[in-house]
């Protein structure tokens, strides 16, 4: 397989999953989460942190944002092309570092994502009232949702990296545009034979 075909299906598949990120933490974070009234009945403890959303959301658009510009980079304008071409070092230390802080971020959401499930699933299948044990079945679901979420773009994230920047013999091959030049080299000794 082309190795910039493998690196478009991981963005494609990563612009997907950050979308349904987006989705999940949406219906995690609604009225009930971001007023703290989704808490404990006998200790009034808030069980999901409001503040948690900023990380949640910010992440996954992180690394939508990442996949659309290494997805659009062929449709960029010539001035783009022509500055990426010039200076392909410093593009590929922006997209590594990038890469790298989507990486950490989405490890660091799964992980919050599975200790919040952990907290909560007690109460999704012990939690006194009906009403609250219900609750806390579809907040504890989602969360699970968004455990694995996380965890599989973490992981297309990082092996972007490893693909791209960690000496695997696989470099983008359409960031640096050919040019005119290097066409007519490669197709004029296919004319001369014909």
Same mark, same amino acid.
């Given at each position: 397989?082309?190795?910039?075909?493998?690196?478009?299906?991981?963005?494609f598949v990563s612009l997907i999953i950050s979308v349904a990120q987006l989705?999940?933490?949406?219906? =995690?974070?609604?009225?009930?989460?971001?007023?703290?009234?989704?808490?404990?009945?006998?200790?009034?403890?808030?069980?999901?942190?409001?503040?948690?959303?900023?990380?949640?959301?910010?992440?996954?658009?992180?690394s939508a944002a990442i996949a659309i510009l290494t997805i659009a980079i062929?449709?960029?304008? #010539?001035?783009?092309?022509?500055?990426?071409?010039?200076?392909?070092?410093? =593009?590929?230390?922006?997209?590594? *570092?990038?890469?790298?802080?989507?990486?950490?971020?989405?490890?660091?959401?799964?992980?919050?994502?599975?200790?919040?499930?952990?907290?909560i699933g007690y109460y999704a299948y012990n939690g006194v009232p009906q009403?609250?044990?219900?609750?806390?079945?579809?907040?504890?679901? #989602?969360?699970?949702?968004?455990?694995?979420?996380?965890?599989?773009?973490?992981?297309?994230?990082? *092996?972007?990296?490893?693909?791209?920047?960690?000496?695997?013999?696989?470099?983008?091959?359409? =960031?640096?545009?050919?040019?005119?030049?290097?066409?007519?080299?490669?197709?004029?000794?296919? #004319?001369?034979?014909?």
């Amino acid at each position: 397989m082309n190795t910039s075909l493998l690196v478009y299906i991981i963005n494609f598949v990563s612009l997907i999953i950050s979308v349904a990120q987006l989705c999940v933490a949406s219906s =995690i974070f609604d009225f009930i989460v971001v007023n703290k009234m989704y808490y404990t009945s006998h200790d009034e403890t808030i069980l999901i942190d409001p503040y948690h959303a900023i990380i949640f959301f910010t992440a996954p658009l992180l690394s939508a944002a990442i996949a659309i510009l290494t997805i659009a980079i062929p449709n960029l304008p #010539r001035s783009f092309q022509n500055f990426i071409s010039r200076h392909p070092f410093l =593009i590929a230390v922006v997209h590594a *570092s990038l890469l790298m802080v989507a990486t950490i971020a989405l490890a660091f959401c799964s992980l919050t994502a599975a200790q919040l499930s952990l907290s909560i699933g007690y109460y999704a299948y012990n939690g006194v009232p009906q009403k609250f044990q219900d609750a806390s079945f579809w907040y504890f679901i #989602r969360l699970r949702a968004c455990t694995v979420l996380f965890g599989l773009q973490s992981i297309f994230a990082l *092996s972007q990296i490893g693909l791209l920047y960690m000496g695997i013999e696989c470099r983008y091959k359409v =960031i640096a545009p050919q040019s005119k030049e290097k066409k007519e080299l490669i197709s004029s000794p296919l #004319r001369s034979q014909i």
